[in-house]
T-cell receptor, first 112, second 116 residues
Framework: KNQVEQSPQSLIILEGKNCTLQCNYTVSPFSNLRWYKQDTGRGPVSLTIMTFSENTKSNGRYTATLDADTKQSSLHITASQLSDSASYICVVSSLSTDKLIFGTGTRLQVFP | DAGVIQSPRHEVTEMGQEVTLRCKPISGHDYLFWYRQTMMRGLELLIYFNNNVPIDDSGMPEDRFSAKMPNASFSTLKIQPSEPRDSAVYFC??????????????FGSGTQLSVL
C-alpha cells in the first residue's frame, strides 16, 4: 500500500536553532517528492519539489534531501524563526496513479 | 494573481442541511482538485477536474457528495444532506499540470465546515 510516514509528529525548538524533519515512503514507482508548509488556518504552500534523480534542493533556509534507494527524505530548517511555526507535510506523487500521497505532517513550534 | 479563492471561509450548519463550497482556481490552470483535511486522516483527494471535466471521483466518500465545474473559473462541492462526520477543512487547489509533471499545486485557504 502506498504510504507516507513522517516523524516526529510534533517538535518544539528555540528560535535560531536548526531542526530536521523526516519522511519515509513506500510509494513506488514515484514521480516526485514534495514538501509543503501549512500555517494554521491556511492552505499548504509548496517549499520544494524533487524528482527521482535529485538528491537535494534548497529554498532559502529550507533544504530537502532525497534518498530514492532507501525511500527517505528529510527537510532541514536552518536558523529557525518564529514564522517557521507550522505543519510540514511530505507528499509523494505516485507514477502509477498520478495522485499525490500525503503524510500527516510534523507540527513544528518555534519559541523565542 | 490572487491565488485560489475559496468561499465561505467558515460554514456552520445543522445535520441534514445542504452545504455548497465554492472555488475559483488560478487563471490558466487546467487542473482543479478538491481535498478534505482532518486531524485523523490528513489530506485526502476527493475529486479532480481537467479542463472542467471530472477525471477521478474515487475519493468522494458517498453519493451525498457531488462536485461540478461549469467553467474554467468556477467549481462547487456540494454535500446533501450533511452529517456531523463531514466536519473538516475542505481545500480547493489548482495546478497547470498533474502531479506527475512536477508542477506546483496551489491551495486555497480552505473552508472550515462544522456540521452540528
Amino acid at each position: 500500500k502506498n504510504q507516507v510516514e513522517q516523524s516526529p509528529q510534533s517538535l518544539i525548538i528555540l528560535e535560531g536553532k536548526n531542526c530536521t524533519l523526516q519522511c519515509n515512503y513506500t510509494v513506488s514507482p514515484f514521480s516526485n517528492l514534495r514538501w509543503y508548509k501549512q500555517d494554521t488556518g491556511r492552505g499548504p504552500v509548496s517549499l520544494t519539489i524533487m524528482t527521482f534523480s535529485e538528491n537535494t534542493k534548497s529554498n532559502g533556509r529550507y533544504t530537502a534531501t532525497l534518498d530514492a534507494d532507501t525511500k527517505q527524505s528529510s527537510l532541514h530548517i536552518t536558523a529557525s524563526q518564529l514564522s517557521d511555526s507550522a505543519s510540514y507535510i511530505c507528499v509523494v506523487s505516485s507514477l502509477s496513479t498520478d495522485k499525490l500521497i500525503f503524510g500527516t505532517g510534523t507540527r513544528l513550534q518555534v519559541f523565542p | 494573481d490572487a491565488g485560489v479563492i475559496q468561499s465561505p471561509r467558515h460554514e456552520v450548519t445543522e445535520m441534514g442541511q445542504e452545504v455548497t463550497l465554492r472555488c475559483k482556481p488560478i487563471s490558466g490552470h487546467d487542473y482543479l482538485f478538491w481535498y478534505r483535511q482532518t486531524m485523523m486522516r490528513g489530506l485526502e483527494l476527493l475529486i479532480y477536474f481537467n479542463n472542467n471535466v471530472p477525471i477521478d471521483d474515487s475519493g468522494m466518500p458517498e453519493d451525498r457528495f457531488s462536485a461540478k465545474m461549469p467553467n474554467a473559473s468556477f467549481s462547487t462541492l456540494k454535500i446533501q444532506p450533511s452529517e456531523p462526520r463531514d466536519s473538516a477543512v475542505y481545500f480547493c487547489a489548482s495546478s497547470p499540470g498533474t502531479s506527475a509533471t512536477n508542477e506546483k499545486l496551489f491551495f486555497g485557504s480552505g473552508t472550515q465546515l462544522s456540521v452540528l
